[in-house]
């Protein structure tokens, strides 16, 4: 059985709308792309990429996987308004 997943609080939806929708500095995204990605997590990144794509061999499959994730997602959340306008600029 699939546990239930529960909704974030309006307070930790905030934290995180905030964290993920700040702008990053020129020094931030330099120093962010100057880390190279370490052997260990190259190597993590390709055996689930592989996993994958053995377990769903064709597009048609993953696209199809994709979509059923994406809709057990969404029903989780579905009682819960997020936010869904976003500032111009």
Request: net charge positive; charged share 25%.
């Amino acid at each position: 059985m699939t546990p239930t997943i529960q909704p974030p609080t309006p307070t930790a939806l905030a934290r995180v709308r905030g964290l993920a929708e700040r702008r990053l500095t020129l020094a931030e995204v330099r120093a962010a792309l100057a880390v190279p990605v370490s052997e260990s997590e190259r190597a993590s990144i390709l055996s689930l990429a592989r996993w994958f794509r053995r377990r769903y061999p064709t597009p048609i499959e993953r696209l199809a996987y994709v979509r059923r994730t994406y809709r057990r997602w969404a029903s989780a959340f579905a009682g819960y308004a997020l936010e869904t306008e976003r500032p111009t600029e």
